[in-house]
């Protein structure tokens, strides 16, 4: 059984996993990572490298817990992890247990395993907020329910940490 430091409601910051992290993607999560650290908010992750590995790692920095669940096919790309993991069988799988687990998503960049757990989260009516200019799904992204363009990582860290089951308000 993994024991964490404290329990602490969960955000999944989301973007791309690999190579295609740009510098700016990779510092806007490290932002990400502190701040939601420091509102006492543990980060999770589909991923250790590239965006989401920015942000948990530095969430782990500010003294904050972070979660990566990933495939058990990833296993040995976390070998520079030192924080909690949880293994899922399938990709599938990994972005359900993330959206579950998650009181809301931010989005940085990201490809289509991304866009799946924005579906996933949708679904289940929980705030999703994509960072403007970050590429990725960002760009094709439509605002839904939940689904909200923001303009900062520090407004997307507000909105994510409000209140669980937030609604963002209609646009007239």
């Known amino acids: 059984m993994v024991k964490f430091k404290h329990i602490y409601p969960a955000i999944a910051v989301l ?31 589909g991923n250790t490298a590239g965006t989401p590995g920015a942000a948990i790692s ?25 924080g909690y993991y949880y293994l899922q069988t399938s990709a599938r799988l990994k972005h359900r247990c993330i959206a579950r687990v998650c009181l809301a998503a931010i ?17 289940l009516k929980k705030p999703v907020l994509l960072i403007q200019g970050s590429g990725g799904i960002c760009a094709e992204a439509n605002n839904g329910a939940n689904l909200r363009w923001v303009d900062s990582v520090s407004t997307a860290v507000k909105y994510s940490t409000i209140l669980p089951g937030f609604h963002f308000p209609v646009d007239r």
Do not use: H
Not at 18 to 38: I, N, Y
Not at 61 to 82: F, V
């Open 15 to 45: 973007g791309f996993a690999r190579s295609w992290s740009s510098p700016r993607a990779l510092k806007l999560a490290r932002t990400a990572g502190q701040l939601l650290s420091q509102n006492n908010f543990m980060v999770v992750a």
């Open 58 to 82: 530095a969430a782990r920095a500010s003294g904050g817990d972070s979660l990566a669940i990933l495939e058990t096919s990833q296993l040995d790309d976390c070998n520079d992890y030192d």
């Open 107 to 123: 989005v940085i960049g990201g490809g289509p395993g991304s866009l799946e757990i924005v579906k996933d989260f949708t679904a």
